[in-house]
């Protein structure tokens, strides 16, 4: 499994800082309880941080995928830069879960590539058009991760 989709040369900026954090904190919250946010899908996802070693949970848009696996798209809102937890997936992927409909599930990331890469960025530009958006603001490919469980 490779994680290697390198940072772009232009895009918007990534969201960071406290501000940032007490966010995804909050949102991390609301979906652990409600299943999601502002209409869309969305989920918590747990990865060990790659420098630290320290768990980090991050929300994040999913779509469905086939056989009930979950697609997520390492958008970052289409900053030059890969989120974080991209990185982390790729230096431990033997110790990622999400929480999802008021269950944890341990789950096993793949970064979908060709054919399938382009059929599921197709399912997912038509049903969240604001990440076909974030692609336009980017140079760099968005990875699209399918997550399937342990």
């Given amino acids: 499994m490779s994680f290697d989709t390198r940072a772009g040369t ?6 960071a800082g406290v501000l940032a954090r007490l966010l995804n904190t909050v949102m991390a919250r609301r979906i652990r309880r409600s299943g ?22 991050t ?3 999913w ?5 009930g696996s979950w697609l997520i798209v390492a958008s970052a809102a289409g900053a030059s830069g890969n989120p974080g937890w991209y990185y982390n997936l790729g230096a431990h992927p033997d110790k990622v879960r ?3 409909d008021g269950r944890s599930v ?26 076909a958006g974030y692609q336009t603001k980017t140079d760099r490919e968005l ?8």
């Fill in 10 to 15: 232009r895009g918007g900026r990534q969201p």
């Fill in 143 to 150: 990875p699209v991760i399918r997550l399937t469980a342990r």
């Fill in 59 to 61: 929300p994040v848009n």
């Fill in 106 to 131: 341990a789950v096993a990331a793949e970064q979908l590539r060709g054919g399938e890469r382009a059929q599921a960025w197709k399912q997912i530009a038509e049903s969240a058009p604001r990440f």
């Fill in 36 to 57: 999601g946010v502002g209409g869309m899908k969305a989920l918590v996802l747990t990865t060990v941080g790659r420098k630290t070693g320290q768990e980090r949970a």
């Fill in 63 to 67: 779509f469905p995928g086939p056989d």
């Fill in 98 to 100: 999400i929480d999802i």
